[in-house]
């Protein structure tokens, strides 16, 4: 007897989310201070994107800091990750599997955030740029950068901001997957969604931070 195959379940097109974070630091304590996102669904990039930025509850290591440039005074004033985790946990179920450039480093510290907050982790295939261009340009640099200009893309300034790196990595995933559309130009970024203003920062030595705790609805 043939098997009969409902065509509409392989007619939708992959639905990928490619996601970056920048964190207080490289360690496995450190926390995620601004995660940025855009979907790719079959091969177009979509316009729906996602940026926002969190209280860490620690400072960045100064050479973290340098990278993203987000001060650790004005950070105290920001969400916490629990208060966003459950949305932003169900913006990502949109996706059929998650893309990130050294996908290990981002994850690590979004499945800890999830797992802090008592949200569910995501529990998506994963797909990793980085190793599939060690894969392709074999003995070369692999770092974002050096891959970015392989494919004629870069980013708008000399700091990281996890939005403009998600872009950037679509734009390498999709070149990876043999799409030849060039992404649109970006001139600059906006800043993350949820950026809550602040107080000037003291004079002298930052005091020490006072406990903050979870939003009600959080």
Known sequence: MTEIINPAVHTRKKRVIVVDTETTGVLPFDRIITIGAVKVEGDELQRQSLHLIFDPRKDSHP???AVHGYDNWMTRYQDLFADLAAPLRKWFSWADEIVAHNAEFDMRYIQ???RKAEVDMLDHPIYCTMERAREIWRGESA??????????LSRVGQRHGALEDAYLTAGLYLHQQGVKKPLPRVKSWYPPKNLKPFPERP????????????SAGG
């Open 143 to 152: 770092k974002l950068d050096h891959c970015l200009s392989k494919i004629g």
């Open 112 to 114: 800890r955030e999830f």
């Open 63 to 65: 050479q973290a800091e």
């Open 203 to 214: 004079s002298g030595d930052l005091p020490r931070r006072s406990p903050k705790r979870r």
